[in-house]
């Protein structure tokens, strides 16, 4: 079975920072790629960032760029979510998804910042800024 876990997240000061980590088992990692989204009460499902493992190539949505930094550990089948320059934000839940890496490199198969592009996914990490 693929199975996904979240962990790192918590409650941080505005400014400050959070690592956010993944472990993903039940899958060839270095063939996909695995993305953060996050989801405020409420709200839909956000796109953050995604990294395909193949080749590393990274993507951010403009909201967390030059603030967040995505990487990947094939040898640990872990991609970790750096968080720097946090802003006051409503409560969110931090998911990181895993889909083929090819199709994301390709920019195939849909919307990449698309949760439902995505097949895999964990049960989310909690988020909190305090301003």
């Known amino acids: 079975d693929v199975r996904l876990v979240e962990a790192g997240g918590g409650l941080a000061q505005a400014g400050g920072s959070l690592a956010l980590s993944c472990v993903v088992s039940?899958?060839?990692?270095?063939?996909?790629?695995v993305g953060w989204f996050r989801q405020a009460p409420g709200k839909e499902h956000e796109g953050v960032s995604w990294?395909?493992?193949?080749?590393?190539?990274?993507n951010y949505a403009d909201s967390v760029k030059r603030r967040f930094t995505i990487s990947s550990d094939n040898a640990k089948n872990k991609v970790y979510l750096q968080m720097n320059s946090l802003t006051p934000e409503n409560p969110a839940v931090y998911y990181c998804?895993?889909?083929?890496?090819?199709?994301?490199?390709?920019?195939?198969?849909?919307?990449?910042?698309?949760?439902?592009?995505?097949?895999?996914w964990g049960q989310g990490t909690q988020v909190t800024v305090s301003s």
């Open positions: 998804r895993a889909t083929w890496g090819r199709m994301v490199a390709e920019n195939g198969g849909g919307d990449r910042w698309s949760y439902l592009y995505w097949d895999y």
């Open positions: 990294i395909v493992n193949e080749d590393g190539s990274t």
């Open positions: 039940g899958i060839t990692f270095q063939e996909y790629a």
